[in-house]
């Protein structure tokens, strides 16, 4: 039976999956049809940029263009990226199906990201998860920052109580914004300041939510 008093919403990067190999060998190619930048991307960069919005990431690696030409360089390269990612998935973290089909069976799963439109559904599509999570939302689909998006996806799903599962400091304001708790994925990519929980592997999660977040 499920746990109707509590939802799990989930960041995706480095929270269950690792797609910075795939998406550092896809922007690499896609730079190369552009002669003038000569920038390329590494695995560490790709790691930085896990988190942010797709808008954002255009402002940090094209600062010289301006906002149309670094839209089109991005959408590109995010359109690639679902492609590739559809067809050949990328690192879960390891443990992660077992947990989600634990957790789903005793609460409402969901997933908010600061992906393009599509993204998410790559992940699911691609590894076959689709049955465990009850609703998504991309920032690359509504316009809107993570922290609107989880007041979003809660008001669409009536949900009441629930906490936020990231690796990132925008994780976490995004869970201050939306006034639900915060459990840092410290196997992820980024460092937090306060969380009210944290876990060093998915498959701690279970545990953590059972004994309670504060």
């Given at each position: ?121 790559a992940f699911l599509h691609a590894h076959k998860l689709e049955r465990y999570f009850t609703d998504i939302e991309m920032s690359g689909r509504t316009g809107l920052d993570k922290g ?67």
């Amino acid at each position: 039976m499920k746990n109707t008093n509590l939802s799990i919403i989930f960041d995706l990067d480095g929270t269950l999956w690792n797609s910075t190999g795939c998406a550092c060998d896809i922007w690499n190619r896609v730079l190369e049809k552009h002669n003038d930048i000569s920038f390329r991307m590494t695995k560490e960069k790709a790691e930085q940029l896990m988190g942010k919005t797709m808008e954002d990431i255009g402002k940090i690696l094209f600062p010289e263009l301006n906002t149309e030409e670094r839209n089109a360089i991005v959408d590109e390269f995010g359109d690639e990226e679902v492609k590739y990612l559809t067809e050949n998935g990328a690192v879960l973290y390891e443990g992660l199906e077992d947990t989600l089909n634990l957790l789903s069976q005793q609460y409402k799963l969901y997933i908010v990201s600061n992906c393009q439109d599509g993204y998410v559904p790559a992940f699911l599509h691609a590894h076959k998860l689709e049955r465990y999570f009850t609703d998504i939302e991309m920032s690359g689909r509504t316009g809107l920052d993570k922290g609107n998006n989880i007041k979003l996806i809660m008001k669409r799903n009536n949900i009441e109580s629930a906490v936020y599962i990231g690796d990132t400091d925008g994780d976490e304001k995004a869970a201050r914004f939306a006034g639900i708790p915060f459990i840092y994925a410290k196997y992820g990519f980024g460092e937090v300041i306060s969380p009210d929980a944290i876990i060093e592997n998915i498959s701690e999660l279970p545990e953590r939510i059972k004994n309670g977040v504060k």
